[in-house]
């Protein structure tokens, strides 16, 4: 229902063991590496545990796949049964035949006999024998001892049958059980798969969405992603139930941000209300509108009328377009066809940068500032119908101490030659904004659905309940982050320092000194072990150089495609401490 909505070409949080959303954690190859040193130890039991969602079924495929050709393999995965009823389950998923030595009562001698006939058989032939039983805890005291029996099948080398056994914590309780101990004696490995740290949750939710075809930023900001975490309890089957009813809860109410309110709502949907910690009693007005109104949205989408409440055209029916990320210099045309217009029309050939000139700290200015953070959302609108465009710029230049004169209708040429780069992005949410933390230019719409128009403003601070804007002439104002969303579509300017190095050249591949930069600070953000991996692939720097960008994409929450563009390229100023500009978060 949503996956178009998001530029995703796949629902990207379905439970089903899709193999390509496999996500391989740390503690993931570590329990795999447990379970193929069992295999070569030469028999006994290898005990796989963990909590329910863990992902000790993802493990188990991984291990099957990896498990060599001369093994045979028994797999039992309803091990609700009786000792008879293993015993044929084996001998058949092993291909042994068996048959009662007397018509209509098969013994369990019946069964072993030719089983040992075929472990020895298949010994001889240097063949391995593995035996899997998921959902281990559900075994009986009694089947887990004729389990133990199974392993004195052996030669004065090895013992015959190597026992696997799979399933939640109950079972290290029951293998600890004194009455067990000749069985835990023959457990000779042994692993628990805990849950997923704040930092793999991030990575999982980045790995899902990019298997599922998202190009751009991730819809789930930092604070969600560590709602998503604290919710989940880092278990990957509930993250993916919670980020599926999130990403619901924001088509719903038409935002391509999933935020920190709509994933403890999400949460209280799906995992009852015991399970999500109870919203504050003075309840913002996102949490207590939004999502009565996104649910009523979501009907009206239903229908084919939902985005007439916009005041915009209904969308198409193929997926949102992907958001890439454009050249870290690129000059590209004013976002929206409205706004070109308009500032073609006023524009001068060229503009210029000065110096800054700041405001002087007197009781007028103070005055007119109040006077400005007072006004009304009409106001502020009208405020900025009046001008063309150029304003806006001036402001967002302003952050950067740089005085924008004149008119153009792109700025950008001239704010390179400062050493500034621009960024536009058509289809952002404000997951994308609060992880940029930095102020970015807003194309509002405003007026009526008949006869919008487009205003432009600078988004000054955010929070999850308000969000602060400046316009032409000073003008201020204060405004829910929900009455926000109504008039933003997605479209956003900002700017960031680019590297000396890469000015006026957007490949860094070509340029020797912007990727001795980029290893840099890829150093600098991942640590030491960034500069041991490089030095350990000798030869292999532009696979290893990709391998740290993806690395690092994947820390920040970025779509991990290895490519060093804008998004990463900021990110990588944030992490190494350049100094710039950043969004207020409070009045």
Same mark, same amino acid.
């Given at each position: 229902?949503?996956?178009?909505?998001?530029?995703?070409?796949?629902?990207?949080?379905?439970?089903?063991?899709?193999?390509?959303?496999?996500?391989?954690?740390?503690?993931?190859?570590?329990?795999?590496?447990?379970?193929?040193?069992?295999?070569?130890?030469?028999?006994?039991?290898?005990?796989?545990?963990?909590? &329910?969602?863990?992902?000790?079924?993802?493990?188990?495929?991984?291990? %099957?796949?990896?498990?060599?050709?001369?093994?045979?393999?028994?797999?039992?995965?309803?091990?609700?049964?009786?000792?008879?009823?293993?015993?044929?389950?084996?001998?058949?998923?092993?291909?042994?035949?068996?048959?009662?030595?007397?018509?209509?009562?098969?013994?369990?001698?019946?069964? &072993?006999?030719?089983?040992?006939?075929?472990?020895?058989?298949?010994?001889?032939?240097?063949?391995?024998?593995?035996?899997?039983?998921?959902?281990?805890?559900?075994?009986?005291?009694?089947?887990?001892?004729?389990?133990?029996?199974?392993?004195?099948?052996?030669?004065?080398?090895?013992?015959?049958?190597?026992?696997?056994?799979?399933?939640?914590?109950?079972?290290?309780?029951?293998?600890?059980?004194?009455?067990?101990?000749? %069985?835990?004696?023959?457990?000779?490995?042994?692993?628990?798969?805990?849950?997923?740290?704040?930092?793999?949750?991030?990575?999982?939710?980045?790995?899902?969405?990019?298997?599922?075809?998202?190009?751009?930023?991730?819809?789930?900001?930092?604070?969600?992603?560590?709602?998503?975490?604290?919710?989940?309890?880092?278990?990957?089957?509930?993250?993916?139930?919670?980020?599926?009813?999130?990403?619901?809860?924001?088509?719903?109410?038409?935002?391509?941000?999933?935020?920190?309110?709509?994933?403890?709502?999400?949460?209280?949907?799906?995992?009852?209300?015991?399970?999500?910690?109870?919203?504050?009693?003075?309840?913002?007005?996102?949490?207590?509108?939004?999502?009565?109104?996104?649910?009523?949205?979501?009907?009206?989408?239903?229908?084919?009328?939902?985005?007439?409440?916009?005041?915009?055209?209904?969308?198409?029916?193929?997926?949102?377009?992907?958001?890439?990320?454009?050249?870290?210099?690129?000059?590209?045309?004013?976002?929206?066809?409205?706004?070109?217009?308009?500032?073609?029309?006023?524009?001068?050939?060229?503009?210029?940068?000065?110096?800054?000139?700041?405001?002087?700290?007197?009781?007028?200015?103070?005055?007119?500032?109040?006077?400005?953070?007072?006004?009304?959302?009409?106001?502020?609108?009208?405020?900025?119908?009046?001008?063309?465009?150029?304003?806006?710029?001036?402001?967002?230049?302003?952050?950067?101490? &740089?005085?924008?004169?004149?008119?153009?209708?792109?700025?950008?040429?001239?704010?390179?030659?400062?050493?500034?780069?621009?960024?536009?992005?058509?289809?952002?949410?404000?997951?994308?904004?609060?992880? %940029?933390?930095?102020?970015?230019?807003?194309?509002?719409?405003?007026?009526?659905?008949?006869?919008?128009?487009?205003?432009?403003?600078?988004?000054?601070?955010?929070?999850?309940?308000?969000?602060?804007?400046?316009?032409?002439?000073?003008?201020?104002?204060? &405004?829910?982050?929900?009455?926000?969303?109504?008039?933003?579509?997605?479209?956003?300017?900002?700017?960031?320092?680019?590297?000396?190095?890469?000015?006026?050249?957007?490949?860094?591949?070509?340029?020797?000194?912007?990727?001795?930069?980029?290893?840099?600070? %890829?150093?600098?953000?991942?640590?030491?072990?960034?500069?041991?991996?490089?030095?350990?692939?000798?030869?292999?720097?532009?696979?290893?150089?990709?391998?740290?960008?993806?690395?690092?994409?994947?820390?920040?929450?970025?779509?991990?495609?290895?490519?060093?563009?804008?998004?990463?390229?900021?990110?990588?100023?944030?992490?190494?401490?350049?100094?710039?500009?950043?969004?207020?978060?409070?009045?």
């Amino acid at each position: 229902m949503y996956a178009s909505f998001f530029g995703l070409e796949h629902p990207p949080f379905s439970i089903a063991p899709d193999p390509r959303y496999l996500f391989m954690s740390e503690r993931h190859r570590e329990a795999l590496a447990h379970l193929l040193y069992g295999l070569e130890a030469g028999g006994g039991f290898v005990l796989l545990t963990g909590e &329910i969602g863990t992902g000790k079924t993802t493990v188990c495929r991984c291990f %099957l796949e990896q498990i060599p050709a001369h093994c045979n393999v028994a797999y039992i995965f309803n091990p609700k049964l009786t000792v008879q009823e293993l015993l044929r389950s084996i001998c058949d998923e092993f291909g042994v035949q068996h048959a009662p030595a007397v018509p209509g009562s098969e013994t369990i001698k019946d069964c &072993i006999d030719p089983l040992n006939a075929f472990l020895l058989d298949s010994y001889a032939k240097g063949r391995n024998n593995v035996l899997i039983i998921d959902e281990a805890q559900n075994l009986a005291p009694d089947v887990l001892e004729q389990l133990r029996l199974l392993t004195n099948l052996e030669t004065s080398e090895r013992k015959l049958l190597q026992i696997v056994l799979i399933g939640q914590p109950e079972l290290r309780t029951m293998i600890a059980d004194p009455a067990m101990e000749q %069985l835990a004696q023959r457990v000779i490995a042994r692993y628990h798969l805990n849950a997923l740290s704040v930092d793999e949750t991030r990575q999982y939710v980045a790995h899902r969405l990019s298997v599922a075809g998202l190009k751009g930023p991730s819809p789930f900001g930092p604070k969600a992603l560590q709602r998503v975490h604290a919710l989940a309890g880092g278990v990957p089957r509930r993250i993916n139930l919670l980020c599926d009813r999130a990403l619901l809860g924001a088509y719903s109410a038409g935002s391509r941000e999933v935020s920190d309110t709509v994933v403890r709502q999400a949460a209280r949907e799906v995992f009852d209300v015991a399970s999500a910690p109870k919203a504050a009693g003075n309840a913002t007005l996102t949490s207590r509108v939004l999502w009565p109104v996104g649910m009523l949205a979501l009907a009206l989408i239903a229908g084919g009328a939902g985005w007439a409440l916009r005041g915009g055209t209904a969308p198409s029916g193929g997926a949102a377009p992907a958001v890439v990320e454009t050249p870290a210099s690129a000059a590209l045309p004013p976002a929206s066809s409205a706004s070109s217009a308009s500032h073609a029309a006023m524009a001068s050939p060229h503009a210029t940068v000065a110096s800054p000139v700041l405001p002087a700290a007197s009781a007028a200015v103070e005055a007119a500032q109040d006077a400005a953070d007072s006004m009304t959302l009409p106001q502020f609108l009208q405020a900025q119908s009046a001008d063309d465009g150029f304003a806006a710029w001036k402001v967002l230049a302003a952050n950067w101490n &740089i005085q924008l004169t004149g008119k153009s209708a792109d700025p950008c040429p001239a704010l390179a030659r400062e050493g500034l780069q621009c960024y536009r992005n058509r289809r952002a949410g404000l997951a994308l904004v609060k992880q %940029l933390n930095r102020p970015v230019l807003l194309t509002l719409l405003s007026g009526d659905a008949q006869q919008p128009s487009t205003v432009s403003v600078v988004l000054q601070g955010l929070n999850e309940e308000k969000a602060w804007l400046e316009g032409a002439n000073g003008s201020r104002l204060e &405004i829910p982050v929900n009455e926000l969303a109504a008039m933003w579509h997605g479209e956003i300017t900002t700017l960031w320092r680019a590297p000396k190095a890469l000015a006026g050249n957007s490949d860094i591949s070509g340029n020797a000194a912007a990727v001795e930069w980029l290893d840099e600070q %890829l150093e600098r953000a991942l640590g030491p072990a960034a500069k041991d991996a490089a030095k350990s692939t000798a030869g292999k720097s532009v696979a290893t150089r990709r391998a740290r960008i993806r690395q690092f994409q994947l820390n920040q929450g970025l779509t991990p495609d290895g490519q060093a563009g804008p998004l990463t390229l900021m990110l990588l100023n944030r992490a190494a401490g350049v100094t710039e500009p950043r969004l207020r978060t409070g009045a």
